[in-house]
């Protein structure tokens, strides 16, 4: 491409892009001040009067650091024991106990509820057991919403603490017990300072999930409101303006996380010292009784793990109204999975979910595409911020983009850059694929920056054109990682919670919306199908992505 | 006969930076001309715009009479041998040197015969199947040679094609291209920094210095008569010694050389000048011996080192006069820690004399 046509596509690109990501949030802040009326601090100064305002900003902050620190004590030594110990079945452990990062938050919440939930297995299991009047526990505040983030968001210490041991050069630690350090001093004055920025980068990853998530504090919170559930509460209750300013307060936390994060980079500082030596070499367990042990460990911790998933498989066998007061389901068919099939009512949802998912995917793959091969083109100023706008949705919460868009899109004034876009089946299909541009274009950041100019370069000079060098050279170099991009794409499209719910209408309803509505009318059974579903669908993307970019 | 290839006043400038400046080259039909170097004297960025990669801010590109200067690579019709192979990947050996028939959708059976005529011009028959990476590196060049060659480009362009193999292998590879080009009698433009390689393969050698020609000539030329002290220090090895032009066409030399005395040292003026001017003396090592006493116009000094080399011993001389020499002479000429005198051997190699740039005072 000419130079000035790549400036005009590079400008074209990053004003769709703005428009997009950035407008809606800038609509919503302008809304959000009084605008266009008039500048005026008021909405502010109301979230500032109300009590419940700051109750649910401060619990928010501290449910995330609690989040991290639990995730952190999961996440760290499980990476450990699977990076530094050799038992049999340590592969595919090591490769199931990352899953829960690919499975749709709310699935994970079901799932958990039919586990540890007041009718769940293991209440029901206890309750037989002791021959107790009422459920022993019931799962909800604070100490559910943790449990499911400690649960889920480990994942991230686990994934940040193995990439950074298997960078960590063997000859450091040799040259540590060289100086005459123990295993005990070698731990804690060599490998921990070297993983400093992969567990900050961890740490502020869980921090941001923690603070965006939706799921587990909707189904678990009852009363105890965070500031997503908080969003979605004053949005229901017509509370606009409320919800904007609530929007705007978590989105500038949001920020201030992704500015920190920038600041780490834990991707690139966990390498020390530029050459890369050899990982430290896995230790074979040999006395028999210790291999036994990590064994047993391993696969207990990975059972306890995936034990929501299969309790979830399993209700989706139960057929509705049979289990009652027992403690194991009498009744085990497949007649969930019937009805779904043969009521269209039901499978209206799997079938919006599919086609929106794949809308979504296709259109964040090419916009995603372009404005990383514009943005590592063109450089400098245009090329930073195409990068720049690519990675904003990553940062902001589902909630602030779903206000952000229901604002900016619910009127009309082509003038404005404003449609209406809110009640029309265009509006999710938009949403999710905002919400996944991070994920094909970061991919596809990746995969070009891999690439050696000189073999575009090659297929000109062998005569090839534009269209030929790019389909039979680049796009065949760059699919591992557009396939990556696309596949974790789809997964976040698929399962959406947090932006549906905002933003569905009854005939655009996605699986996860549908999966909330049967368990309000006790149809566990159907849920869990919804839930069976979505999971294997995504257990499959998550192995195209994990083939094609190996941790 | 009209040159293959012309270039006219090419500049090229990346932002504030001067790459390449009123560059102009001829190359022969047949020729190969290798561009020699140091690192970042514009050798790629040439290339590249004969290539097409880049744009030249001014200037023209003519092939065989027919301008090219902003056609774009793919219409060129030009080989590439890229620095670091450049190979395809996600395509087999076959398919890599299979590439660029069929851009120009020549016939399949074609392109099949032309892939079994090429490989084993670079002796890589039965490699057709293999991937890329499952090739050695001294293979690998050969397929990106095979792969350049297969659609019988007018021209041939190589960037430092052997700088990514080890020492051992490169000797080996670059008979192995030289033969292959010469076998073709492809016109070559071959592009390394350094000189042994350059003088092996090029039958002529073009010296860029800093974006500029330095001197366009056989390596016979650039070694006897270097035009400048570039040339001179740059190809073989070289000592220079400030001095000042004295009335009878030699060179003053020493501590007293401003009085019009000195060491009267014979040289071969590059350019015209004054009795009087400062200029500079390269000398070479095979234009000096060592004498044991002081006869006539000598310099003296002591032995700092001696390296055995084969073909010759160097011994390096520290002068009283102060700066060093290198002069090279029989094993058993001298020891180090030796007093020596160095004495001209102007039939052998003359020294030759140079301009001084102003403020480069000794
Ligand atoms: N695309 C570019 N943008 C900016 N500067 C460039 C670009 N390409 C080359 N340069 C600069 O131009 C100068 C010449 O570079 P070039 O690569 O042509 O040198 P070279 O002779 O091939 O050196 P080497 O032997 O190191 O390969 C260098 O100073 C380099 O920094
Ligand atoms: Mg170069």
Redesign the interface.
Known sequence: MRPEARRIAGYGVAALLTWLVGYPLLITLMEALGLPRGLSLEHFAEFARRPDEWQALWRSLWISAASVALAGAVGIPLAFVFARTEFPGRRILGALVALPVALPPLVGVIAFLFLYGESGFVSRGLQSLLGLEQAPWRLSGPAAILLVHAYSMYVYFYLFTRAGLARLDVAMLEASASLGAGRVATLFRVTLPLLTPALVGASLLTFMTSLASFSAPYIFGGGFRVMTTQIVASKLNGELSMAQVETVTLAILAFLGLWAMRRVDPGRSVVVGGTRGVAPSRRVLRRPLVKAGAATLGWGLALLLLLPHLTLLLISFVPPGTWTVEALPPVLDTSNYESLISTPERLRPVVNSVWMAIAATVGAVVLGLAAARLSLKLRGRLGGALETLLSIPWAVPGTVFAISLATAFSVNAPAMGRVVLVGTPWILPLAYLVRSLPLTGRSSLAGLRQL?P??E?????????RW?TWR??TL??LRPAVAAGASLAFITALGDFVTSIVLYTYDTRPISIEILSSLRLQETGVAAVYGVLLMAVSATAFLVWGREERI | MPPFLTLTDLDKSFGEQTVLEDLSLEVAEGEVLVLLGPSGSGKTTLLRMI???ERPDAGTIVVAGEEVTSE?????????V???Y?????LSVEQNVA??LE??RVPKDEIHRRVAELLPLVDLEGFEKRRVHEISGGQQQRVALA??L??DPRLLLLDEPLSNLDPTLRERTRRQLRRAIQQIGITALWVTHEQEEAFDVGDRVALLNEGRLEQVGSPEELYLEPRSRFVASFVGRASSLPGVMADDGRVLIGDNRFRGRGVRWPGVASGSFAPGDEVELMLRPQGLSLADRAAGEALEGTVLDRRYAGEATYYLIELEIGGELLVAALPDSSRVGARVAVVPRPEVSPARIFGRPRGDGS
């Open positions: 050696d000189a073999v370069e090659a297929s000109a000079s062998l005569g090839a054109g030929r039979r050279v065949p170099l | 290539a097409g990669f774009p690579p793919e219409k060129r019709n030009f080989g590439m890229f620095q670091h450049a190979l395809f990947p996600h590439f660029g851009s120009r792969r350049a297969a659609p």
